[in-house]
């Protein structure tokens, strides 16, 4: 079976339930958006598939097990993430951080040597993430937006079947959103996509499928329009706006 | 929930683009470095300096060896290794085993075996030194093979940033109390002295001396091309990552323990080569030399100089070597004082060391300008 497939999965910390026994299934060539209250799980959810959280039950992706392997094994299956603070490595460039991205099967040899040339994939994504104008540049100095496609373009080289997303589009310009929209579109062709996000405007234009989870749990799946339709749903994001008021 | 550690050593703007600039450069750029290092270190230095003189700044290049494995070890890969001490002194002690061996002649116990060990034939463990061929490649290979294992265990249980130093320190301390117990086989607090021969050649003979001196230098030389290469490398850039996102390269696929372990081994291999040509340059070793307090002076030079620089670290070692020799020909109290703030001044005030002194005094005037 292809695409992300979750069975129960729960995880614990300290006693507090963070994600109580989760399913969820992801067919391969979704761009499946995750949303819910803060706290409602969502990191979890991804820090658990990534090997980051300890979690009992079951992820599989593309049929093989990940839960009980390490973090960078479960990289190497092709399972690739994004953080809500962007975590490139500031002080390389962003061809360095392409290079590195898309390296970890290199042998001895070839890390002990100079990088001679741009690899072609490298190429490729940093025209795919339009940053071929400041590859030199030290990723530090890029803008926030910038750092996000700079991640986005790190999967891609990893050579990732399936991308986690954590608020990928937190702090950009409506323009940046909007192009990286479209990238998400793009990729579903021939990737798997998974999105954390709080921004609704941005669900309802680029959203394929949605899931909303509330204290741990999934509280309902479908198409935009049968999720913002559920009156659970509403209660639940009604009820915390009306908190967040209050407070 | 998600928990990414490790902020970038450095943050400061000035450290940033010191790196950029002092870091391995292009290929001529570096080789017109060597060139310089080459013409200073063996036309130079031999003419201007006296025997005496000589002989010190040899001391003080086998210190500098050290310090390109601290900057590779910390200033690239962000370990900081308060305990090359003990991978100085197993090179140290592996060569001084083999001179002192080769002293007291086939079939001879060294001379302080026979005062305090009452020993009647050579401990099992000496016997290998015997070889020649044995006991240079166990200089280098003897910290290796320890760093491994050590490195693999401290590594993969992601034990790191102040808990790395302070066990690299406790082992240091572990290693100069054990060799001062074993005073029978190994000379105790006095280690191994006055040692006469290096390879057939008499160290007494200034000519000789002189010839160490050399030795000493070209292997700088060689140990400098081979950080030059490790930096501006693949590996180099990755262990770079490795500094600043630990967590992060794990999602990339990358063990980050395996890359860590690289730099450690390799900076092991460095300090024992040091600690071997520190024997013949020096004529002694012993615990006081490979404890934790030179084991802290190894760094200090590194701070000094500038960690994450090519040179930096080497150049700072030569620099507080130098002082201290200076210093405590004059003023033999007052060293440990200016020690200490040479230690505090760079990491306050200079982050990158003084291999970023000159960005930093171009950042300050071009403020000026533009007040």
């Known amino acids: ?247 | 929930m998600t928990t990414l550690q490790d902020p970038p050593i450095a943050p400061s703007a000035a450290g940033r683009s010191a790196r950029r600039r002092f870091g391995p450069g292009t290929g001529s750029r570096a080789a017109a470095g060597f060139a310089v290092a080459a013409v200073v270190l063996f036309a130079v230095a031999p003419v201007v300096l006296g025997d005496f003189r000589l002989g010190l700044l040899a001391k003080y290049l086998c210190l500098a060896i050290v310090a390109v494995g601290i900057g590779l070890a910390w200033g690239r890969g962000g370990m900081l290794t308060l305990g090359q001490g003990v991978f100085f002194g197993l090179g140290g002690y592996a060569m001084a085993m083999h001179l002192k061996l080769a002293d007291a002649g086939p079939g001879q116990l060294p001379d302080f075996m026979q005062l305090y060990g009452q020993l009647d034939a050579l401990p099992w463990w000496w016997r290998p030194f015997t070889s020649p061929a044995f006991a240079l490649a166990a200089t280098v290979l003897l910290p290796m093979l320890v760093a491994l294992p050590l490195g693999l265990l401290i590594f993969r249980r992601r034990v790191r940033g102040a808990y790395f130093a302070i066990l690299s320190q406790a082992l240091c301390a572990a290693f100069a109390i054990f060799l001062i117990g074993q005073q029978g086989t190994t000379g105790g607090t006095n280690g191994l002295t006055d040692i006469q021969g290096f390879f057939g050649y008499d160290l007494n003979d200034p000519i000789n001396r002189r010839m160490i001196y050399f030795i000493v230098a070209a292997v700088l030389l060689a140990v400098l091309g081979v950080a030059w290469q490790l930096m501006r490398s693949r590996y180099g850039e990755l262990l770079v990552a490795v500094r600043d996102g630990e967590e992060r390269v794990r999602f990339l696929g990358y063990d980050p323990a395996n890359v860590k372990l690289v730099a450690y081994v390799v900076a092991a291999g460095m300090a024992g080569l040091a600690g071997a040509l520190f024997v013949p340059a020096v004529g002694i070793i012993s615990p006081a030399m490979i404890g934790v307090v030179p084991s802290i002076e190894f760094v200090i030079g590194v701070a000094v100089g500038g960690r994450a620089s090519l040179v930096g670290p080497a150049l700072g070692a030569i620099a507080v070597a130098w002082a201290r020799t200076a210093l405590s020909e004059r003023l033999p109290s007052a060293w440990t004082y200016f020690e200490g703030l040479l230690f505090i001044l760079p990491v306050v005030f200079l982050p990158g060391g003084l291999a970023s002194l000159t960005v930093f005094l171009r950042r300050r005037s071009g403020k000026k300008a533009s007040a």
């Open chain 1, 1 to 247: 079976m292809s695409g992300l497939v979750v069975r129960d999965l729960k995880v614990v910390f300290d006693g507090f339930v963070a994600v109580g026994g989760v399913d969820l299934d992801v067919p391969a060539g979704d761009v499946r958006f995750v949303i819910g209250p803060n706290g409602a799980g969502k990191t979890t959810l991804i820090d658990a598939i990534t090997g980051l959280a300890r979690a009992s039950g079951s992820v599989t992706f593309d049929g093989r097990e990940l839960l009980g392997r390490k973090v960078h094994k479960i990289a190497r299956l092709g399972v690739g993430r994004t953080f809500q603070n962007s975590t490139v490595f500031e002080e390389l460039t962003v061809l360095q951080n392409l290079d590195i991205a898309a390296g970890w099967n290199r042998g001895p040899l070839t890390l002990l040597r100079r990088r001679s040339s741009v690899p072609p994939e490298v190429q490729r994504a940093l025209e795919t993430i339009r940053l071929t104008a400041v590859r030199d540049q030290p990723a530090g100095t890029l803008p926030h937006g910038q750092k996000q496609w700079l991640e986005i373009g790190m999967l891609l080289v990893q050579d990732a079947k399936l991308f986690l997303l954590d608020e990928p589009v937190a702090g950009m310009s409506q323009e940046e959103r909007d192009a990286t929209g479209e990238l998400l579109g793009e990729l579903s062709k021939t990737h798997t996509v998974v999105v954390i996000e709080h921004d609704m405007d941005f669900l309802r234009r680029f959203a394929r499928t949605v899931t909303v989870m509330h204290a741990g749990g999934i509280l309902s799946e479908g198409t935009v329009a049968e999720v913002q339709a559920d009156p659970r749903v509403q209660e639940v994001y009604l009820g915390h706006a009306v908190q967040a008021q209050e407070a």
